[in-house]
Each structure stands twice: as structure tokens, then as C-alpha cells.
């Protein structure tokens, strides 16, 4: 089992930058990918970033390249999501993820386990 504790949501004006956080416990391993999702009210639960292997592999969905970076301290056990010229189609509760096959997915339904989620809010 894998604990995931995600935070540092806020509520920033568009343009503005906030860091994500994701600490994991129990069963952890630099060879599983964490993903990081993002749901907005009465939508799906998107893909947005993930890292494996230290954070030496990443992948990002298209509308958030070259503004958001994944990164990870595996001293720490944690994973950050670094989300710069935030815009109000980035608002939603964001959530870590984790899962145990060692190969980084876009699709939520392959993570195995899940941070309560944190509420990111961008105001125009």
C-alpha cells in the first residue's frame, strides 16, 4: 500500500505560479510513476503531468507544456508539480496518483492509488 498526501492548492489571479506537493508513504518506489490529474466541476479527471524512475522520465498533456514541471525528491518521497502562467482553464482540484506497473499512463483508471486532491482556483 501507498499513501499520497497532495497540497498546496491555492486561489492565484491568472498569470500567477503555485507549487504542488505530493509526499508518499508505506510501499514506495522510484520506478513506479506519479501522476498528477486535475478535475474541474462536472468534468472528467485529466491527465496533466507524471515522472518515473528518480525523474528521469516525464510526460505532459499538451495544454500544459512548457508551463508546468514535474519534478521529485526522492530523499523526501515527494513529487511537486511546479505550475507557472496559471490561466483559469487550469482551475480545478488537482491529485496525485500513483501506480505500481512501472510505466507512466495519461489514463487515471491505471493509477492504484490516490491523494485526497487539492483545489487550485485561477481567477481572470
Known amino acids: 500500500q501507498v499513501q499520497l498526501v497532495d497540497s498546496g492548492g491555492g486561489l492565484v489571479q491568472a498569470g500567477d505560479s503555485l507549487r504542488l506537493s505530493c509526499t508518499a508513504s508505506?510501499?514506495?518506489?522510484?520506478?513506479?510513476?506519479t501522476g498528477w490529474f486535475r478535475q474541474a466541476p462536472g468534468k472528467d479527471r485529466d491527465f496533466v503531468a507524471a515522472?518515473?524512475?528518480?525523474?528521469?522520465?516525464?510526460n505532459y498533456a499538451d495544454s500544459v507544456k512548457g508551463r508546468f514541471t514535474v519534478s521529485r525528491d526522492n530523499a523526501k518521497n515527494t513529487v511537486y508539480l511546479q505550475m507557472n502562467s496559471l490561466n483559469p482553464e487550469d482551475t480545478g482540484v488537482y491529485y496525485c496518483?500513483?501506480?505500481?506497473?512501472?510505466?507512466?499512463?495519461?489514463?487515471?483508471?491505471?493509477?492504484?492509488?490516490w491523494g485526497q486532491g487539492t483545489q487550485v482556483t485561477v481567477s481572470s
Open positions: 496518483a500513483s501506480r505500481t506497473t512501472p510505466v507512466i499512463s495519461r489514463s487515471a483508471v491505471e493509477y492504484d492509488f
Open positions: 508505506g510501499r514506495t518506489s522510484t520506478t513506479s510513476p
Open positions: 515522472i518515473r524512475l528518480g525523474g528521469q522520465i516525464t
